[in-house]
């Protein structure tokens, strides 16, 4: 009985290992809320109501609040995926009041890939041997606590 459930087990082990981990972070404003945000009228306080606390404020310029939301999926040990992400960025004037909202989506982004290349650097590379023996002789022994 147990043999022949073994094959049965070990598949459904498997499958459930490959199901996708959806990961949600940070906060999408409800589009029925950011409606009622409204450019010149609308208060940093009646934002925070409608809104919630911002993802993060720049500190520098004009004030603004970033929403930012990612949803995440993850298959196993593979790289993660990003199936949806969103930033709302709400600037306000020197009165407190919405000066410009705007929306980025997935969308809207673009794919930048690295640079491969290696910034050289000064000096040469030493072996292990080289270490080992450059490291001799340069380090006493404590004495007594001098």
Not at 88 to 93: G, L, P, Q, T
Not at 108 to 120: A, H, M, Q, W, Y
Request: some cysteine.
């Amino acid at each position: 009985m147990i043999r022949k459930s073994f094959p049965l087990v070990f598949t459904a082990l498997a499958l459930w290992a490959c199901t996708p981990t959806v990961d949600v972070r940070g906060n999408q404003p409800a589009p029925e809320a950011l409606a009622q945000v409204k450019v010149g009228e609308t208060s940093e306080e009646q934002v925070q109501l409608l809104l919630g606390s911002p993802s993060s404020v720049l500190t520098y310029g004009d004030e603004t609040w970033h929403y930012v939301y990612q949803k995440v999926s993850t298959v196993s040990f593979f790289t993660p995926k990003v199936i949806d992400y969103s930033t709302v960025s709400i600037v306000f004037d020197s009165n407190g009041k919405v000066k410009d909202i705007s929306k980025v989506g997935l969308k809207d982004t673009k794919s930048i890939g690295l640079v491969s290349r290696e910034t050289p650097t000064a000096g040469k590379e030493l072996s292990v041997i080289e270490q080992l023996i450059g490291n001799v002789g340069k380090f006493s022994k404590d004495t007594k606590g001098k």
